[in-house]
C-alpha cells in the first residue's frame, strides 16, 4: 500500500472528475488534502466532508482560481500557514472546448492559455520555492495525448497541454538537483463531467471505443491511480517523464 502519511498534498480542481479521484485516493494514502474549487462552495464543502470520514488526517476545500496568480499566491500562503510545508501539487484544473481556428476569438484562445497553461506557471512560481527550501517535492500536471498528437478543433486545447509537456521537461532539468521531481500524465478520453455532453452522442461514443485497443473509456480513478504512483516513493527515479494512460489509444512515448 502506498503510504503518503504526512505529506502536504495540493490538487487543483479537486471537486470533481479526475482531481477529486486524484484527491480521494491521496486522502486515502494519508496525506493532508487541499483542494481547489471554483463554483460551488457547497459541492466543496460536501466532499471534503465525505473525505474526513474515510481518514484522520486532515482535508481543505479552498476556493481559487488557478488563472489569477493573486489567486494562486494567496492559496499557497493559506496552506504554508496551516501546515508549513507543500509535499505534492497536481496541477489537474483546466477547460476544453472546441474552435475551428478560422473561426476562433481571441477570447477562446487567450482563455484556454491563462486556464491550462499559464496557471501552471503562476503555481510553479509559488511553490518551488517552498520545495527548494524542503529539498523535495513532486510536481505532477494532467496533460493530455492531445498535447502529443495535436487535436482538429481543438488547436487552442492541444497548445496548451503541449506547453504542460515541454514545462514538465524543463522543470525536471530545472528542479531535478533540488530534490523536486516533475513529471505529468497524459490521459485520453475519460469519463467526467467535462466530457459527458460529447458521449451522449451514444455512436460518437461507441466509436471511441471501438478504437481503443481496451474498449471502454475509463473512469476517473483509473487516471488517478498512476498520479498517486509518481507520487509516492515507487517513483523515486522517475523524473521528466509523460505518463499515458489512454488504453492504448494513443501509442507515442
Same mark, same amino acid.
Given at each position: 500500500?502506498? &503510504?503518503?502519511?504526512?505529506? @502536504?498534498?495540493?490538487?487543483?480542481?479537486?471537486?470533481?472528475?479526475?482531481?477529486?479521484?486524484?484527491?480521494?485516493?491521496?486522502?486515502?494514502?494519508?496525506?493532508? @488534502? +487541499? $483542494?481547489?474549487?471554483?463554483?460551488?462552495?457547497?459541492?466543496?464543502?460536501?466532499?471534503?466532508?465525505?473525505?474526513?470520514?474515510?481518514?484522520?488526517?486532515? *482535508?481543505?476545500?479552498?476556493?481559487? #482560481?488557478?488563472?489569477?496568480? /493573486? #489567486?494562486?499566491?494567496? !492559496?499557497?500562503?493559506?496552506?504554508?500557514?496551516?501546515?508549513?510545508?507543500? =509535499?505534492?501539487? +497536481?496541477? &489537474?484544473?483546466?477547460?476544453?472546448? /472546441?474552435?475551428?481556428? #478560422?473561426?476562433?476569438? #481571441?477570447?477562446?484562445?487567450? =482563455?484556454?492559455?491563462?486556464?491550462?497553461?499559464?496557471?501552471?506557471?503562476?503555481?510553479?512560481?509559488?511553490?518551488?520555492?517552498?520545495?527548494?527550501?524542503?529539498?523535495?517535492?513532486?510536481?505532477? $500536471?494532467?496533460?493530455?495525448?492531445?498535447?502529443?498528437?495535436?487535436?482538429?478543433?481543438?488547436?487552442?486545447?492541444?497548445?496548451?497541454?503541449?506547453?504542460?509537456?515541454?514545462?514538465?521537461?524543463?522543470?525536471? =532539468?530545472?528542479?531535478?538537483?533540488?530534490?523536486?521531481?516533475?513529471?505529468? *500524465?497524459?490521459?485520453?478520453?475519460?469519463?467526467?463531467?467535462?466530457?459527458?455532453?460529447?458521449?451522449?452522442?451514444?455512436? $460518437?461514443?461507441?466509436?471511441?471505443?471501438?478504437? &481503443?485497443?481496451?474498449?471502454?473509456?475509463?473512469?476517473?480513478?483509473?487516471?488517478?491511480?498512476? @498520479?498517486?504512483?509518481?507520487?509516492? =516513493?515507487?517513483? !523515486?527515479?522517475?523524473?521528466?517523464? +509523460?505518463?499515458? +494512460? &489512454?488504453?492504448?489509444?494513443?501509442?507515442?512515448?
Amino acid at each position: 500500500m502506498i &503510504n503518503l502519511s504526512g505529506k @502536504v498534498a495540493l490538487v487543483t480542481g479537486g471537486s470533481r472528475g479526475i482531481g477529486r479521484a486524484i484527491a480521494q485516493l491521496f486522502y486515502d494514502a494519508g496525506a493532508n @488534502v +487541499v $483542494f481547489t474549487y471554483i463554483t460551488s462552495k457547497n459541492e466543496a464543502t460536501k466532499i471534503a466532508e465525505k473525505l474526513r470520514q474515510t481518514s484522520t488526517s486532515e *482535508v481543505l476545500a479552498i476556493r481559487a #482560481d488557478c488563472a489569477n496568480k /493573486e #489567486d494562486v499566491r494567496s !492559496l499557497v500562503q493559506s496552506i504554508v500557514e496551516r501546515f508549513d510545508a507543500i =509535499d505534492i501539487l +497536481v496541477h &489537474n484544473a483546466g477547460i476544453w472546448t /472546441e474552435g475551428a481556428i #478560422d473561426a476562433m476569438e #481571441d477570447e477562446t484562445w487567450h =482563455d484556454t492559455m491563462q486556464t491550462n497553461l499559464n496557471s501552471a506557471f503562476y503555481l510553479c512560481r509559488e511553490i518551488t520555492p517552498i520545495m527548494k527550501k524542503q529539498k523535495s517535492g513532486r510536481i505532477i $500536471f494532467i496533460s493530455s495525448t492531445a498535447g502529443q498528437r495535436g487535436e482538429a478543433y481543438h488547436s487552442h486545447y492541444a497548445a496548451s497541454k503541449g506547453g504542460i509537456i515541454s514545462l514538465t521537461k524543463s522543470l525536471a =532539468d530545472e528542479l531535478g538537483p533540488f530534490g523536486i521531481r516533475t513529471n505529468c *500524465v497524459a490521459p485520453g478520453w475519460v469519463r467526467t463531467g467535462m466530457t459527458e455532453e460529447v458521449f451522449s452522442d451514444v455512436a $460518437f461514443l461507441q466509436n471511441i471505443e471501438q478504437n &481503443n485497443p481496451l474498449r471502454y473509456i475509463p473512469q476517473p480513478e483509473e487516471i488517478a491511480g498512476p @498520479v498517486l504512483f509518481l507520487a509516492s =516513493d515507487l517513483a !523515486l527515479y522517475i523524473n521528466g517523464e +509523460v505518463l499515458n +494512460v &489512454n488504453g492504448g489509444s494513443v501509442l507515442c512515448g
